[in-house]
């Protein structure tokens, strides 16, 4: 199969990424608006700090876990797709194309479209205009069966995700650049939000023993690290971009530990610092739990002072999802399995131009279709099906295919991929039962994708035989 290119083999990717634009990937996907909103959700949860620090942890580990088996996949098949390439060598090419589909129509639009929501929610800190409803659909689309509210901060949320798929259709050099350039700046702003939490004198040991009332029990877990893990989400986005890396086989496997490592750190100590500002109950009934804790520290401008800092945390997000995911949709074309437009790569720009184009259409149209905590419900629970099935595949290929050369052992094998895929199956049943619409929505997408796979598999199978 060839690395990359047309559906005429013509024009192809260019590996133009290095180990700090894979890195950046990794930490500027994941830091996004997570970290600034779902603590509440969490708390809500667990009713502790303890447990909302203890979910945090076990979220990144069980993230850690991911990155150190799917580091094994990645340097092992290098190609642009990610988990499709994984998926399709392990189990054949109809679990590939379910991974694809899932991405295009559900897992990483509706991520994008979360993202977006994430960030209009917080720029609402300075224009209050933007949660005023400017439009109602007359259809049973929205809470509890009602009608559909329109927001005018979801159609800024739009008009965002159509801007950052231009400047990634302009160039893989620019997209990648602006990707290390916000992530350098985030993590940056990130650490001074931390430090001021922490040593800026209002931080207070008892709030860590505060508490709210929550649904606890194993239930709550499962439906805190849900939360959780969509805080972490992203963290195997490098890998779409394989084949654009340098010296894939030693750089993947590296950005996806170390990026991973340094999530766990940033996440653990940002929560640290905001319960040491606020006890239990203010984290529970605060939308901006960051933007809060600042308030506190210095007042209305240190709630917009960290309200900025998010709004480039999801910015640098939005920009990395969408330069990794469109790679997804045209690998799937390029092997026949996806609209044929999907396959194509820009002459000059050396990029998929239509998929990455039409990854930010129709993640702009999810952005109408629920509050953010729908969305990233809507997110977690097919992915996490797929991250499941992506880890087996170490199982399954180091039995299948024992001939390919893997620079790169996980760590802990098999250990450490057996307990992800169980947690990943454990989280699916719960998600399941804690959130029925979200996640029945994401399985009635996915199987919408059988017949297309039945007609595309047949043209391939009728190409092959002429």
Request: hydrophobic share 55%; proline share 5%; charged share 10%.
């Amino acid at each position: 199969m060839p690395e990359a290119g047309s559906t005429g083999g013509v024009h192809s990717l260019r590996r133009d990424m290095g180990i700090w634009t894979a890195v950046s990937i990794v930490v500027g996907t994941v830091i996004g608006s997570g970290i600034f909103i779902v603590p509440k959700t969490m708390i809500l949860q667990m009713g502790t700090p303890f447990w909302v620090l203890a979910v945090f942890a076990f979220g990144g580990l069980l993230s850690l876990a991911g990155a150190l088996t799917y580091a094994e996949l990645a340097a092992m098949m290098p190609e642009a797709g990610g988990e499709y390439v994984y998926l399709k060598e392990a189990y054949g090419p109809f679990f590939g194309f379910i991974y694809g589909w899932t991405q295009m129509w559900v897992a990483k639009s509706a991520s994008v479209a979360t993202l977006a929501t994430g960030f209009y929610l917080y720029l609402a800190n300075f224009v209050p205009a933007l949660e005023n409803v400017v439009a109602r659909v007359p259809l049973p689309m929205g809470e509890n069966g009602g009608p559909l509210d329109i927001r005018a901060g979801q159609l800024l949320a739009m008009a965002v995700i159509l801007g950052l798929g231009f400047v990634n259709w302009l160039g893989v050099r620019q997209g990648a650049g602006l990707q290390v350039t916000v992530t350098i700046l985030k993590v940056a702003l990130l650490g001074g939000v931390i430090g001021c939490g922490l040593f800026w004198g209002h931080a207070h040991a008892a709030n860590f023993s505060t508490s709210v009332a929550a649904r606890g029990g194993v239930a709550g877990f499962f439906a805190a690290l849900v939360a959780a893990l969509w805080a972490y989400d992203g963290w195997n986005n490098v890998g779409m971009v394989s084949g654009e890396i340098r010296n894939p086989q030693r750089n993947l496997p590296l950005s996806l530990i170390l990026g991973t490592m340094l999530v766990i750190l940033i996440y653990l100590s940002a929560n640290v610092a905001y319960f040491a500002v606020l006890p239990a109950a203010e984290v529970a009934s605060s939308n901006r739990v960051a933007a809060e804790m600042l308030r506190q520290v210095f007042g209305s401008w240190g709630a917009g002072a960290v309200s900025l800092a998010a709004m480039i945390s999801i910015f640098a997000a939005l920009n990395g999802s969408i330069l990794t995911g469109s790679r997804v949709p045209y690998a799937l074309a390029r092997d026949g399995y996806f609209f044929a437009p999907f396959a194509r790569v820009h002459p000059q720009r050396h990029v998929p131009g239509f998929s990455i184009l039409a990854l930010s259409a129709w993640s702009a149209v999810i952005v109408l279709s629920g509050r953010f905590d729908q969305l990233f419900t809507l997110v977690i629970f097919p992915s996490w099906i797929l991250y499941g099935m992506s880890a087996a595949a170490v199982l399954v290929l180091r039995r299948k295919r024992p001939d390919l050369i893997r620079p790169y052992r996980t760590l802990g094998y098999p250990v450490v991929p057996i307990v992800f895929v169980l947690v990943a199956a454990l989280l699916l049943g719960f998600t399941l039962k804690n959130s029925p619409r979200e996640s029945g929505l994401g399985l009635i997408l996915i199987a919408a994708g059988l017949p297309f796979y039945r007609n595309w598999s047949r043209k391939l199978a009728r190409s092959s035989n002429s």
